[in-house]
Nanobody, 126 residues
Framework: QVQLVESGGGLVQAGGSLRLSCAIS????????MGWFRQGPGKEREFVAR????????LYADAVKGRFTISRDSAKNTVALQMSSLKPEDTALYYC???????????????????WGQGTQVTVSS
């Protein structure tokens, strides 16, 4: 079992920044990738970014590329999402997710992930 707890959400004006954090506990030896997803009002949950736990290789959704940065601290078992130049359309519940190794996976879809946090709300006002 893996437990994920997100923090750092809040209300911010457009153009502002927020830093989300996800604390990982439990069976962390199965970590292969960590991802961030979001679900806006009336929308499907969508991929935001992911990072390979060992190599640090990152992948971003086009909508956030150049504005968001994902990072991990393997010593502290945390993953962070630094969000800058925020837009009202970034308003969503942001989820942290953990994935074990899966053959040929890009870790950019929900089905690639095994454990999920409860989410942290990000609201961007215009």
């Amino acid at each position: 079992q893996v437990q994920l707890v997100e923090s750092g959400g809040g209300l911010v004006q457009a153009g502002g920044s927020l830093r989300l954090s996800c604390a990982i506990s439990g069976r962390t030896d199965s970590n292969y990738a960590m991802g961030w997803f979001r679900q806006g009002p009336g929308k499907e949950r969508e991929f935001v970014a992911r990072i390979a736990w060992f190599s640090g290789t990152a992948l971003y959704a086009d909508a956030v590329k150049g504005r968001f940065t994902i990072s991990r601290d393997s010593a502290k078992n945390t993953v962070a999402l630094q969000m800058s130049s925020l837009k009202p359309e970034d308003t969503a519940l942001y989820y942290c997710a953990q994935a074990s190794y899966k053959t040929a996976a890009l870790y950019a879809v929900r089905d690639d992930y095994d454990y999920w946090g409860q989410g942290t709300q990000v609201t961007v006002s215009s």
